[in-house]
């Protein structure tokens, strides 16, 4: 017998008992006739019974009820009841465990919506307990540093003694702090490392340290590059402008009245603010394409009849070095869609340096040719479609027979005043941003600049342009412009 019945028996026994010794007093003291006092006692017995019956078949119940309140974890309907107490208390019960289960809902979906947002931040995210030890990391810290840096000391992963020193320093009680740290591989890159203090909640929870990693690299190396662009065209303008001045001042001072001097210093000076005139519009040019490298060019253009033109404006300049200028091209070359200004600067920068470093005696070749656009497994096609670009394009290789250029220097022969001999591209009317600009405006056109280069045979800079649609190869190249 459950103790519940127990006290539930006594209770009973005792009303009743109560209500016995009641009727037998009325009953002694001859206020009650036996017959009725043994018909009260007899209805009190049958009442109480009933009475208790009902109260242990709803104490159960609500027991029984109250377990599977426990046990589920869904909303649960309240059982009928035999008493109205019961019932109301049955309803209460299932209210409450439907408010529990709500709250219990919303906590899961905040912790889940709470790690799905860490998870998917961008940046490396990471939680150190009171001894330094990763207790958690996100997604973006787990692929930057490993995913074996969780539960390890945080010096295990990054060696940093700077970002070491903040981490303790906070975890003393120091103030929030940031860092730059240097990642030196796989390939070198800038964090800026914020280092946080985190309380946990709880009373006496130790101190933890939240460790936040944001990559600035990017920007280290455009503000490097705009202060090393600065410093490199100022440089450039201020050899011509000094070598001018000095001219000038030897002119009006101690050359003043030689003729034979005069004639030859305006000569240099000549050259100076012709290679200052180049420098600046080459500036000028390189900020203007790279202003609307990200709008695609609308035209249509005769890549052909461009080279064509080039090649007659060149010539004197080609026969100047001895060197004899060719153009292959097709018979017909589709059209591109481009700016034809640019295109033209592009290939003038090309045929020019490949005369400027060509030697004298060769040949420079300027080849055209279309690439099939069902071909796509070509070398041509696979290079436009790293960049995006896929369909029919065409190639314009320029090849010299000059010094060539040796390998190390090839991934650097694009940026703005690269030079492989400063002196020699100086000495050659050099401005050392053509291949700057070249790279920007294929760019802009979605082709590819390929550059090939064999250091005592010479090089072939290649640019691949993607073609108009529908225009394969029906514009016949001899008879355009
Ligand atoms: P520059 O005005 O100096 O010619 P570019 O940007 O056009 O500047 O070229 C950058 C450097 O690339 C040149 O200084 C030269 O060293 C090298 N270069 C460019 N074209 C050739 C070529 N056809 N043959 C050998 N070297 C070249």
């Given at each position: 017998m ?20 009641s009727?037998l007093a ?5 206020l ?5 006092g ?10 109480v019974?009933?009475l208790?019956?009902?109260v242990r ?5 609500l ?5 599977r309140?426990?046990?589920?974890p ?9 008493s109205a ?7 209460a ?14 906590d ?11 998870e998917t ?5 990471i939680l ?12 973006a810290?787990?692929s ?14 990054l060696?940093?003694p ?5 981490v ?7 103030a ?11 390939v070198?890159?800038?964090l ?5 203090p ?13 460790l936040?990693?944001h ?35 030897t002119?009006r001072?101690?050359?003043k009245?030689d003729r034979?001097?005069?004639?030859k ?9 012709n290679?200052?005139s ?8 390189l900020?203007r394409?790279?202003m609307?490298?990200?709008?695609p060019?609308t ?9 064509r033109?080039?090649a ?7 026969a ?8 292959d ?6 059209l591109?869609?481009g700016?034809?200004?640019?295109l033209?600067?592009v290939?003038q ?19 055209l ?12 096609a696979?290079?436009?479609a ?5 369909g ?6 320029v090849?010299?027979r ?6 190390t220097h090839?991934?650097?022969?694009t ?6 001999d400063?002196a ?10 053509g291949?700057a600009?070249v ?10 600049l390929i550059?090939?280069s ?10 691949l342009l ?16």
């Amino acid at each position: 017998m459950k103790p519940g019945s127990v006290q539930l028996g006594l209770a009973g026994a005792l009303i009743g008992s109560l209500a016995v010794i009641s009727v037998l007093a009325l009953m002694i003291t001859g206020l009650v006739p036996p017959v009725i006092g043994m018909g009260l006692i007899l209805f009190h017995a049958v009442a109480v019974l009933v009475l208790l019956r009902m109260v242990r078949r709803d104490t159960r119940g609500l027991l029984s009820f109250a377990e599977r309140l426990a046990e589920t974890p869904t909303a649960q309907t309240a059982p009928v009841m035999g008493s109205a107490v019961a019932n109301d208390i049955a309803q209460a019960m299932a209210r409450a465990h439907q408010l529990w289960l709500d709250r219990d809902d919303a906590d899961v979906r905040r912790a889940a919506a709470a790690e799905a947002v860490l998870e998917t931040l961008h940046d490396p995210l990471i939680l150190l307990n009171d001894a330094r030890d990763v207790l958690r990391a996100n997604q973006a810290a787990r692929s930057l540093l490993g995913e074996r840096m969780v539960g390890r000391d945080l010096a295990g992963t990054l060696r940093n003694p700077t970002l070491l020193e903040a981490v303790d320093a906070v975890l003393a009680g120091g103030a929030s702090r940031t860092v730059e740290v240097l990642l030196p591989v796989p390939v070198e890159r800038t964090l800026e490392a914020r280092v946080k203090p985190f309380r946990p909640a709880g009373a006496d929870q130790p101190l933890q340290v939240l460790l936040t990693l944001h990559d600035v690299t990017v920007l280290k190396r455009s503000e490097q590059m705009r202060a090393d662009f600065v410093a490199n065209a100022s440089h450039e303008l201020r050899t011509p402008l000094a070598a001018l001045i000095g001219f000038i001042e030897t002119l009006r001072g101690p050359a003043k009245d030689d003729r034979a001097a005069h004639e030859k210093f305006l000569g240099i000076m000549f050259d100076q603010a012709n290679r200052m005139s180049r420098l600046v519009n080459d500036l000028m040019s390189l900020s203007r394409i790279e202003m609307d490298e990200h709008s695609p060019p609308t035209g249509a253009v005769d890549v052909a009849r461009i080279v064509r033109n080039l090649a007659v404006t060149l010539e004197m300049r080609a026969a100047s070095r001895k060197v004899k200028l060719r153009v292959d091209s097709p018979d017909s070359l589709p059209l591109v869609v481009g700016d034809e200004d640019q295109l033209s600067q592009v290939f003038q920068n090309l045929i020019d340096n490949a005369i400027k470093y060509g030697k004298e005696q060769t040949e420079v070749t300027v080849t055209l040719s279309a690439n099939d656009p069902a071909g796509g497994g070509s070398a041509a096609a696979r290079a436009l479609a790293g960049r995006g670009t896929r369909g029919p394009s065409i190639t314009v290789a320029v090849t010299d027979r000059g010094e060539g250029i040796a390998r190390t220097h090839l991934p650097r022969l694009t940026e703005r005043f690269y030079r492989v001999d400063p002196a020699r591209s100086r000495a050659l009317g050099g401005t050392g941003l053509g291949l700057a600009i070249v790279k920007h405006i294929v760019n802009r056109h979605r082709g590819r600049l390929i550059i090939d280069s064999e250091v005592g045979k010479g090089s072939t800079f290649t640019v691949l342009l993607p073609a108009m649609a529908g225009t394969g190869g029906e514009i016949p190249a001899q008879q355009a412009g």
